[in-house]
């Protein structure tokens, strides 16, 4: 009986959002804020002809119900800034993956506040899409074409990601067809020989 109890605590325990601000980072002034731009192909494909045709990424409602946003917050003094953009990925719109190389870093100003804040974003390659998380019942998420994510996203510097992020992916994708290419090109030299 005791086991069981333990493993529920430990269950209601993830499940809790961080919050207060008293062990944010800061610098200059500026609140320092993470998160990432949760992405997936359609039907797992990452080899389809143009990227943004197969390309899902996930979008949140924001805490007001007022628009669509990448998931983001603040980044704690305990925590790296991937593990951060991950936690904050997890707690606001129920989803892991793998963190990939940070898409770059923007200064805007907080609505709320008023004050300046730098945001960094990461793709997050999901790999698990869950059915419980901290926010659950705080917000909608929604996985939608790059195209519909531009349209409804409420942050311009969250849609100056979004274009990294598509030209990154398909960089990758035009490297690994021509990397496929020479492959080709070789083993057909080889077997002319």
């Not at 529920?8 to 961080?18: D, K, T, Y």
Request: with cysteine; aromatic share 8%; charged share 25%.
């Amino acid at each position: 009986m005791a086991t069981a109890l333990v493993s529920q605590e430990n269950v209601v325990a993830s499940l809790v959002s961080r919050t207060g601000r008293h062990l944010q980072r800061y610098e200059k002034g500026r609140r320092q804020v993470v998160g990432c731009i949760p992405y997936r192909y359609k039907n797992g494909n990452s080899n389809a002809s143009e990227v943004e045709d197969e390309l899902e990424v996930l979008v949140i409602s924001s805490q007001k119900g007022k628009g669509k946003l990448f998931p983001k917050g603040g980044w704690e003094l305990d925590e790296t800034i991937t593990q951060a953009a991950s936690r904050e990925t997890y707690e606001e719109a129920g989803v892991k993956g793998i963190v990939e190389p940070q898409l770059g870093n923007w200064t805007f100003q907080s609505r709320a506040h008023g004050t300046d804040y730098d945001g960094y974003l990461f793709p997050l390659r999901v790999t698990e899409v869950l059915d419980f998380w901290p926010e659950k019942n705080n917000r909608q998420r929604i996985w939608m074409s790059v195209d519909e994510a531009r349209e409804c996203c409420q942050r311009g510097w969250m849609k100056e990601a979004l274009d990294v992020l598509v030209d990154r992916l398909a960089s990758r994708q035009q490297l690994g067809e021509e990397e496929m290419g020479s492959c080709s090109a070789s083993h057909q030299a080889k077997s002319n020989l």
